[in-house]
């Protein structure tokens, strides 16, 4: 593997780590409101198979989508601004952590309502594909998703027109409190796609190579003309599902073994081992993130409130009562 | 903003001899002519391809502008409105057709928490110029599933615009006007009249696309009404006017925003005013202009503004019931016949 690469993994892992656990203690002190759903133990999944689109591509992702946010090119600042409610936040303050947005990235959301990604990628590949484009999207999703109305629907419309969309499961066991295995008949999630005509495998979302290998193959697949396909990566969730949750459905044993596995520290061994990183590599990288993470809490902390209400409602303000007084 | 009040407007004001057509006509050529002028615009929805549309609105595109401009979809009316949405944020100018509003009920999270809330989340990056276009109203004994109306539902949600043309030239207008607009709009059309006729001229200056239009002008009671209702207001006008009853008829066109100075207008002159609706009177639209024209025009007001409404009950199936549900021409007359008798100058 190559060196660039591999620093590129270790430091967006080690900064989506920093920054979700810099985003936590903010929250504690309130200066984050709302919902905050933290990526903890699922790094690898965005960060292996985000290095694997091009920039050109869509992005579309859940509420749980910091991280991807940053590894598809926002600032950290503008990230954390957003969740401070700032207007230098990538949605102006407007969004909040869950509706992250970079138009200019094509980097679209941040959805709170579990299954709306399905569908607002399909429609983002069925304007490429009328295009003839080579671009694609990349479509995430939780394992919780799978058993929305617009999974089922949208992967048969996906299939039936041959969209270029990548539907990427972040399977982490849970829907909020209840484990797979008790809101899933099928719970592999990857074999769902066979009944619509599409192809799917299974990876270990644990690894970051793994997940970058294949979806650099699902993608070549995609961008080939050859229609969908969706790539369920296993992963796992070391936080409650928000900060609202303790995470009491789970014993501690389970969380133990998974902690076992950390994404991070794999790879870390992995690349030290064959020598694709050294120590030194680390510590620097490790020691950037913390100074970027310290830097986009204190832009956070520093940015101006929002002070314009009705911005953006419509594309020019509406007199609801036709314009005269 | 001065608007004036424009004599093209739908049947009575026109001052030109026009072809007549019918309301699908209209509408398709509408389509036709948004889809030559523009290759982002689309089409989707249920049938709308190789059948023809529903209502026949959809006829001859699929021939002319091939499968990927005129989309038949499966039966899966979130995901497919969720197309839309997501084609509009990429750049198109999708047109999505529900084949009737009732169906609307499952596609409202893509309606209502993304269509109309994007833009605004994203701190005004984001861009939804989608059009989702939708037969409605009570028609012809379809039953009570079949014969909603969701005016209440759709006005009050802020990021839409819901337009409610009744005649040819209107569904021309409002829906061209819609598919150029940058924002989500939805269209209501009315099940019983797409093959009603009126004059129409495709190359008529439009007035705004939420501008309401005097049908009738009189100087004892104002109606306010929109789609089916705006004709059964205009033969109570009529037959009230051999009695010496002059009512001015106005048919509202825009639901959100609504014409508010032209309501103004009227009632300043009539000084009293009667909303007759379709959709049931609780929480309606109906509601939102008596409570508006109390607050603002009390003053010219001789009476409160009444409200004619569909029965709180789901659409009965028998023929008999299910006209007794809504209003009908005689109940006009009678409200107004009421009203006159308040008349004291
Ligand atoms: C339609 C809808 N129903 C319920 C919720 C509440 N909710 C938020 S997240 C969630 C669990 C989703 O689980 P999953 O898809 O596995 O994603 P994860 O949170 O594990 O990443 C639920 C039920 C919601 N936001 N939207
Ligand atoms: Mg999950």
């Given at each position: 593997m190559q060196r660039k690469l591999a620093r590129q993994f270790f430091y967006d892992m080690t900064l989506a780590r920093q920054f979700e656990q810099a985003a936590a203690e903010q929250y504690m002190q309130g200066n984050i409101g709302g919902f905050l759903h933290l990526y903890p133990g699922e790094e690898a999944v965005a960060v292996g198979s985000l290095h694997a689109a091009e920039p050109g591509d869509y992005v579309v992702s859940t509420y749980r989508e910091h991280v991807h946010a940053m590894v598809w090119g926002v600032s950290p600042s503008a990230v954390m601004a957003e969740l401070f409610g700032r207007a230098t936040g990538c949605s102006g303050g407007y969004g909040g952590s869950m509706h992250l947005y970079d138009v200019s990235r094509r980097f679209l959301g941040g959805y709170a309502i579990v299954g709306e990604t399905f569908a607002i990628a399909a429609g983002v590949g069925y304007w490429l594909r009328l295009n003839d484009s080579t671009q694609i999207v990349l479509c995430y999703f939780g394992d919780g998703a799978a058993n929305q109305g617009t999974f089922h629907e949208t992967l048969n419309m996906a299939a039936l027109w041959k969209l270029p969309v990548l539907f990427i499961c972040e399977?982490?066991?849970?829907q909020i409190g209840t484990e797979i295995h008790r809101h899933s008949a099928v719970p592999d999630i990857y074999r769902h796609a066979s009944a619509y005509g599409i192809d799917g495998r299974h990876v270990d979302g644990m690894d970051v190579v793994a997940v970058h290998e294949a979806t650099r193959a699902a993608v070549q697949h995609v961008r080939s003309g050859n229609g969908p396909y969706l790539i369920e990566c296993e992963t796992y969730r070391y936080r409650g599902h928000s900060m609202a949750d303790p995470g009491a459905y789970r014993s501690a044993l389970e969380l133990a073994e998974l902690r076992a596995r950390d994404p991070l520290e794999i790879f870390r061994e992995r690349a030290l081992g064959q020598g694709w990183l050294n120590e030194t590599d680390c510590q620097e990288a490790e020691k950037t993130v913390a100074e970027v993470v310290a830097e986009a809490v204190r832009f956070a902390a520093e940015s101006p409130q929002p002070t314009d209400l009705g911005k953006g409602v419509y594309s020019e303000p509406l007199d609801l009562y036709g314009g005269r007084p | 903003m001065t608007r004036q009040r424009n004599d093209n407007v739908g049947i009575i004001g026109t001052a030109r001899p026009a072809p007549e057509l019918e309301v699908w006509q209209a509408l398709n050529i509408a389509l036709d002519r948004a889809m030559e002028r523009d290759s982002s615009v689309f089409i989707l929805g249920e049938d709308v391809g190789l059948f023809g549309g529903s209502y026949r609105v959809t006829q001859g595109l699929y021939a002319k502008y091939g499968e990927w401009r005129v989309r038949d979809t499966p039966i899966s009316e979130n995901s497919f409105v969720g197309i839309g949405v997501g084609a509009a944020l990429a750049g198109g100018r999708p047109v999505v057709e529900i084949m009737t509003i009732n169906f609307a009920l499952l596609a409202l999270d893509s309606i209502i928490n993304m269509a109309a809330k994007l833009r605004y989340m994203s701190g005004g990056q984001l861009q939804v110029p989608l059009v989702i276009r939708m037969p409605g109203g009570v028609a012809k004994q379809l039953g009570a599933q079949h014969s909603q109306r969701l005016e209440h539902t759709l006005v009050n949600v802020p990021g839409l615009r819901v337009v409610v043309p009744a005649t040819p030239q209107d569904s021309y207008w409002q829906l061209s006007q819609a598919i150029v607009a940058d924002d989500p709009i939805i269209v209501l059309e009315h099940e019983l009249l797409y093959f009603t006729k009126g004059p129409f001229d495709p190359d008529a200056p439009p007035p705004a696309m939420h501008a309401a239009a005097v049908r009738r002008e009189g100087r004892d009671v104002t109606l306010v009404a929109w789609h089916r209702m705006v004709s059964l207001a205009m033969e109570a006008a009529a037959q009230l006017s051999t009695r010496g009853i002059e009512v001015e008829v106005i048919d509202l066109r825009s639901l959100r925003p609504i014409d508010l100075p032209l309501l103004r207008e009227s009632v300043s002159k009539t000084r009293h005013a009667i909303v007759v609706e379709e959709d049931c009177r609780f929480g309606g639209v109906g509601a939102e202009i008596a409570a508006t024209l109390g607050e603002v025009a009390h003053p010219d007001l001789a009476s409160p503004v009444r409200r004619l409404a569909a029965s709180d009950v789901p659409t009965p199936y028998n023929a008999e019931l299910e006209r007794a549900s809504i209003p009908g021409t005689k109940n006009i007359i009678q409200a107004v016949e009421e009203l006159a008798g308040l008349h004291t100058d």
């Open positions: 399977n982490n066991h849970y | -």
